[in-house]
């Protein structure tokens, strides 16, 4: 090797090593971004029989694509369930659906993350669409944080109650791109 190539083999390398912090440091700071928008919930874990159990728990009557639920509701999201497009949420096995609570219901949330490979979250908030890539939702009023990302037959799951004041809301999964592309539903409380 003459001096010439080992300065060439020497200055790709160093091209190389920028270019892997430059990526390492984009993800470190969207993760830090995302962190600093949610809430923490503490996700357990579940085998896909458990899994299968809490998904027919949800108390809500379906008409369409809306589900209707007494002052003691039990909502059960997942995402994303087989045959489902990603990313979405599925509740009662219904896409994304409007969910309508009576003024003053106690509702008692249960998100699943069941798509293998990916992380999301399940996060209340006043603000609508559109939402940004990095959605930057603010405030939070309830939801889980980002779970897990399932492995080895284990999903996460993490529950959290809300009280339903009258107005309107947005179910929403904060994972940068998710919300933008889809994975969000509407609450109506009245
Ligand atoms: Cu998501």
Known sequence: ?????????????????????????????????????????????????????????????????????????????????PGFPFPSFEIHHVKNPTLDFPAGATVHFTFINTNKGFGHSFDVTKKGPPYGVIPQIAPILAGTGFSPVPTGGKFGYAKFTWHATPGTYYYVCQIPGHAATGMFGKIVVK
């Open 1 to 81: 090797m003459n001096s010439n190539a080992a300065t060439t083999e020497s200055m790709n390398r160093t091209r190389v090593a920028k270019g892997v912090a430059a990526v390492a440091g984009a993800v470190f700071s969207v993760g830090v971004a995302c962190a600093a928008l949610v809430p923490t919930t503490a996700f357990k874990e579940a085998t896909l029989p458990q899994v299968k159990a809490m998904l027919v728990k949800d108390n809500g009557k379906v008409s369409g694509t809306t589900l209707t639920y007494g002052k003691n509701a039990n909502v059960v999201a997942a995402a994303v369930l």
